[in-house]
């Protein structure tokens, strides 16, 4: 999901439009408190202000709501779906990774039955389901690399998907609600792996 994994489409056009309203708002400052002369906005200009600012929280909820519906149709397309074969691109996860989310770690457990507790390991630009689950307290999850997060309240699962980057390399997995005393050092890597050499 590519709006999940960094700044595009809508998501770049609302900080653009937020910060051209942040300019006009300390241009309008500035001019209120250095012009020699006062001057007040008319009304329609409030008016049409306060328009702007409910346009764009509409906008904004529309396309969170699509990319979001977007997101989960590819959860729901996968419980049809034996992810060990090939499949039509778009319609299948390259790998799915069960995450058990526990004080204070992460053990995940992949399609042929190997467990890691500190890595999960992909190839680049795989699409990978993560079927999350917590079995105690509410943990976070969270992999700042690809801009996703989620929470997990204990004993309910969750799946979530990610496109891996396509960058080889160790990317930062981290637990992002406070989970006891451990909790600074619930940390994992999800793991990039390189094109093997022939």
């Not at 799915?96 to 204070?104: G, L």
Request: glycine content about 8%.
């Amino acid at each position: 999901m590519e709006n999940a994994l960094g700044i595009s489409g809508y998501t770049s056009t609302m900080f653009a439009i937020v910060f051209i309203v942040l300019g006009l708002g300390i241009a309008a400052l500035f001019a209120a408190l250095f012009l020699p002369a006062r001057w007040k906005l008319k009304y329609r200009m409030e008016f049409g202000f306060v328009i702007l600012l409910i346009g764009l929280v509409w906008y904004a909820d529309r396309e969170s709501t699509r990319v979001y519906q977007a997101y989960q149709a590819e959860i729901e397309m996968a419980e049809f779906i034996d992810t060990a074969e090939a499949a039509e691109p778009g319609q299948n996860f390259d790998r799915v990774i069960r995450v058990i989310a526990f004080q204070w770690g992460f053990a995940f457990l992949t399609d042929d039955d190997k467990i890691s507790r500190n890595a999960a390991v992909t190839k680049p630009g795989e699409k990978v389901l993560f079927r999350l689950f917590g079995n105690d307290v509410i943990h976070g999850f969270n992999i700042p690399a690809v801009g996703i997060t989620a929470e997990l309240e204990p004993g309910v699962e969750r799946d979530l998907w990610i496109r891996a980057p396509q960058e080889p390399g160790k990317y930062l997995i981290q637990c992002l609600n406070y989970c006891g005393v451990g909790h600074a050092q619930m940390k994992a890597w999800l793991v990039v792996e390189g094109e093997e050499e022939a």
